[in-house]
């Protein structure tokens, strides 16, 4: 009895799925938006900047993620589910370079405009697999970094003297350097009274970057400044540099915006810290989108602005890029 | 002695069936309701793409299966398709292999885990779901010391094809996928190895009194899951041109998980490659089905939880309602 | 020469003494009967014949092989069956599979060296080996576990005959069976008497016992303490061999 009601219902449904197979086409361009995961804040901001911008274009966005970082074939499978629909474009943020290459050469042939989320694609390695990228765009870190250098400069003066410690995150790795390096060539060039010590690799760890500032404080008594790659590593020098006693003789920059850190700065203990804008990033995504179909151009990579957070732009509350903060 | 009964009637000679109904039902009511809910379910390409995204775990569940029917488990499983796809990669690109014998490499390392676990089991009498655990951790380990933590990338086109070619518009993947069902089916029902399987997991004092060697073989089962894991590093690294240390983290539940839907019994005895398949594919059919319906990632992981229990508990009830 | 012989078989597991010494024998044709207590020994000794244990001292000679060290696959092979007291059977598994179960007969697969079951014939010849037991079953196609408790007995005895062996051990055969079906199981042992074939049986049940048997063995604590042939002696002697009553008259003398 069970089997045969089974077997009507899914007759049935079947019925009217042929049926319905038929009107497939939708009225507004639906983009297709594939995200890693949308179980952190970063990701979320980025989803709802996306919606935004989707709004604000007058499309309609179809925005998936799958369960966690490591499901690459799950996120391969999606990427595949999503071309049937045939979208006009597919905005991704491929959890590694590689895995979404076979799905995206499909797209580039089925004429589907292929943007790249948040620079997870390697231009180079996407371009020998066949894949056409119409743009890649993120957030500057190297620019982010010489936002911060410029925010210091302005706080001590162009003739500031004196030694400086950068704290980047794992030896070698991508942002971390970049947003390093970034702050380490604008300050020197902006006050070239000032020195950089060295460029440490914190690990992004809070005390590894506490233990490198105790290290670093005896070597250099007079330090000035220190930058840290992300705010986690910031805050642990914020605490070395208050229990050596020199709290208030040394300005510590962060990087993120998280908000320990935005705590902080309102406190007064950590100096500033560089916010990435992932709203503003999903929302210029899909509006720049917009635009290249339109038969409009976009720069290859598109970098969209950090924003340097510290009390005076809080107590002021004057800044536009203040309202993309999420 | 009297036949005042078997004049009465004779009973139909019972065949046991290929596959389980019910689960062949479960698949036909997915993919009719899907089909209702999304126009581009019955679509061939997406239909090809199903398929495509259930091969790499189908073949992994064929594994389960053999293991699952002589009363052990593999949590493994994952863990081995990592490492042999890494180990495979690492031989063509870093030890510069021709395709084919870095298809055996890909092979072997999935057989040796198997082995290793199977050796375990059996001379250090410890049960397999412990051995299992531990080796999920090891290979796991191993894969990401293998490839100081990053992927290997760029294969040899012509083993890639394995995984992204298209031969007459069928991706090859399924084409393994089904072929591998076949052959593995073959073993399960018509040899006497597939038979021993699943007698010592009916009842293995019985198995042993009949001469079965039990040992020997509950090594082999082993070694076989783990060559199975193999081929599904083999088709995950073609699928992404890549030798992937993360690849398959978790995939054992879902294989775990295909099997049971199947019909073949948890607890031993009782296995089906085919249902096996069904299985797999129920499980990708819904999540092929969200995907379309674009349902957050989150419910789509409660929604298999429960489609889980829900087909363990319907085989129970089944079961006691054969039971006299 | 003895078709069974078994001399001062020894057997402890860590350090209890299961077996201490036992010696008896069998011969073509006999109906010996097993009996003692339960912890006596008995399961234990069967199962050091049919390979399961290995010895720790003493020999077993078959047919005058000695079966030290070998497996149960080749004893069977051999000609000894033994039908468990549990039966032993795979009750997911049909009738047909479980009577050729270790022993499929098979065949070529579309001419390659790959072998399958010969499943037509595991079927056909099952099906014979029940008729000539007389059993009533639905088919062999059933699966055991889905057959009555006497039918599946039928099953298991069909398993130990159907390779024509010289010598089967019977483990409580009757403990479980309604009376038309005990008497049916007598009936079988009387036939396999008659067609040359040794039994021994183990059994509670000293009605049936002295029903059908040539000679009674009393195991009591691991060694033999009476071997008497059953005429001469009597219910009550056995009783009080078993429980221990009676002083050992007879130290494992088999005839």
């Known amino acids: 009895m069970l089997k045969r009601m089974f077997a009507g219902l899914s007759l049935a449904a079947l019925a009217l799925g042929f049926i319905a197979s038929g009107a497939a086409a939708a009225d507004k361009p639906v983009y297709a938006v594939l995200m890693k995961t949308l179980s952190n804040p970063f990701w979320n901001a980025m989803e709802q900047g996306i919606k935004a911008g989707a709004e604000k274009a007058g499309v309609d966005v179809l925005v998936q993620a799958v369960e966690s970082e490591t499901a690459t074939e799950a996120q391969l499978n999606t990427c595949n589910t999503m071309l049937e629909r045939k979208p006009p474009a597919l905005i991704s943020s491929a959890i590694n370079p590689t895995i979404l290459l076979p799905c995206l050469k499909q797209a580039t042939d089925m004429n589907i405009l292929v943007v790249d989320l948040d620079f997870d694609l390697d231009h180079d390695i996407a371009k020998k697999a066949g894949v056409k990228i119409a743009f890649s765009i993120g957030s500057d870190n190297y620019a982010g970094g010489g936002k911060a250098a410029e925010w210091l400069v302005s706080k001590l003066g162009k003739d500031a003297k004196g030694p400086v410690l950068v704290i980047e995150g794992l030896a070698g790795n991508g942002n971390g350097g970049k947003r390093a390096h970034g702050f380490a060539d604008a300050v020197v060039k902006l006050a070239p009274g000032l020195s950089v010590v060295g460029i440490l690799p914190g690990d992004w760890d809070r005390q590894k970057a506490a233990n490198i500032t105790n290290d670093i404080l005896t070597r250099n008594p007079d330090l000035v400044a220190i930058f840290c790659s992300n705010d986690t590593m910031a805050l642990g020098a914020v605490e070395a540099a208050y229990a050596a006693g020199k709290g208030d003789k040394i300005t510590i920059i962060g990087f993120d915006g998280t908000t320990d850190a935005v705590k902080s700065i309102k406190d007064g203990r950590l100096g500033a810290s560089v916010a990435q804008l992932p709203y503003l990033v999903g929302s210029q995504a899909v509006e720049k989108t917009k635009a290249v179909l339109a038969g409009g151009t976009a720069d290859e990579m598109t970098y969209v602005p950090t924003l340097v957070l510290t009390k005076q732009l809080f107590s002021e509350n004057k800044d536009p890029l203040l309202q993309y903060l999420r | ?324 | ?255």
């Not at chain 2, 293991?67 to 990592?82: E, F, K, M, R, T």
């Not at chain 3, 039918?151 to 159907?162: E, N």
């Open chain 2, 1 to 324: 002695m009297s036949t005042e009964s078997d004049a009465a009637s004779v009973p139909p000679p019972r065949r046991r069936s290929v596959v389980r109904i019910e689960s062949l039902a479960v698949l036909a009511l997915f993919c009719g309701v899907l089909s209702f809910l999304s126009p581009y379910f019955l679509s061939v390409a997406n239909i090809l793409n199903v398929l495509l995204a259930t091969s790499v775990i189908g073949v992994l569940a064929y594994g389960a299966t053999f293991v699952i029917a002589a009363a052990g488990i593999d949590l493994s499983l994952g863990s081995v398709l990592g490492l042999a796809g890494v180990a495979g990669a690492l031989s063509m690109n870093q030890l510069g292999l021709p395709w084919p014998a870095g298809v055996l490499v890909f092979l072997a390392a999935g057989a040796a885990c198997g082995c290793m676990n199977g050796l375990i089991v059996t001379l250090g009498r410890i049960p397999p779901f412990i051995v299992t655990l531990g080796t999920l951790g090891v290979a796991r380990g191993l894969a990401l010391v293998l490839t100081n933590g990053a992927p290997v990338y760029g294969l040899d086109p012509a083993f890639v094809y394995l995984g992204q070619g298209r031969p007459a518009g069928i991706p090859t993947p399924v084409i393994i996928f089904l072929g591998v069902g076949a052959i593995c089916h073959f073993v399960l029902s018509y040899t006497r190895f597939g038979k021993y399987a699943v007698v010592i997991g009916d009842n293995e004092s019985a198995a042993r009194a009949m001469g079965i060697r039990v040992d020997r073989l509950r090594v082999a089962l082993y070694s076989l899951a783990g060559l199975l894991a193999g081929v599904s590093g083999l088709l995950f690294a073609a699928r992404t041109n890549a030798g992937d240390p993360t690849a398959g983290v978790s995939y054992e539940l879902t294989a775990i998980t295909a099997t049971v839907l199947g019909g073949t019994n948890l607890f031993g005895g009782r296995a089906t490659i085919f249902g096996t398949l069904v299985g797999a594919l129920i499980m990708g059919v819904l999540q092929n089905g969200l995907n379309l319906m674009a349902v957050s990632s989150f419910y789509q992981q409660i929604l298999i939880g429960v489609v889980l229990v829900l087909a363990v508990w319907l085989d129970q009830i089944n079961q006691r309602r054969a039971k006299r």
């Open chain 3, 1 to 255: 020469m003895s078709l069974l012989e078994i001399s001062d078989v020894e057997k402890h597991f860590g350090p209890v003494q299961v077996l201490r010494g036992v010696s008896l024998t069998v011969e073509s044709g006999e109906i010996v009967a097993l009996v003692g207590d339960n912890g006596a020994g008995k399961s234990t000794l069967m199962k050091t014949i049919t390979g399961v244990h290995n010895l720790d001292g003493g020999t077993i000679r078959f047919d005058g092989v000695s079966l030290a060290r070998k497996e149960p696959g080749e004893i069977r092979s051999l000609g000894i069956e033994m039908i468990y007291q549990d039966l032993a059977l795979a009750k997911l598994q049909d009738v047909a599979s479980n009577i050729f179960l270790g022993r499929e007969p098979t065949i070529r697969f579309l001419g390659t060296p790959i072998r399958i079951i010969d499943r037509s014939r595991t079927e056909r010849e099952a099906e014979k080996m029940i008729k000539k037991l007389g059993a009533r079953l639905p088919s062999v196609t059933y699966a055991v576990g889905e057959l009555s408790g006497g039918q599946q007995q039928s099953v298991a005895i069909a398993r130990a005959l159907t390779f024509n062996p010289k010598l089967v051990i019977m483990d409580e055969p009757t403990a479980a069976l309604a009376v038309r079906e005990v008497e049916h199981v007598l009936e079988l042992i009387r036939t396999l008497r008659a067609q040359g074939i040794a039994v021994i049986l183990i059994s509670h049940r000293l009605t049936d016992v002295f029903a059908v048997c040539d000679r009674i063995v009393v195991l009591r604590q691991g060694a033999v303490i009476a071997d008497d042939p059953t005429r001469n002696t009597s219910m009550n002697a056995v009783v009080a061999h078993i429980v221990g009553a009676v002083e050992p008259a007879h130290q494992g003398n088999a005839r």
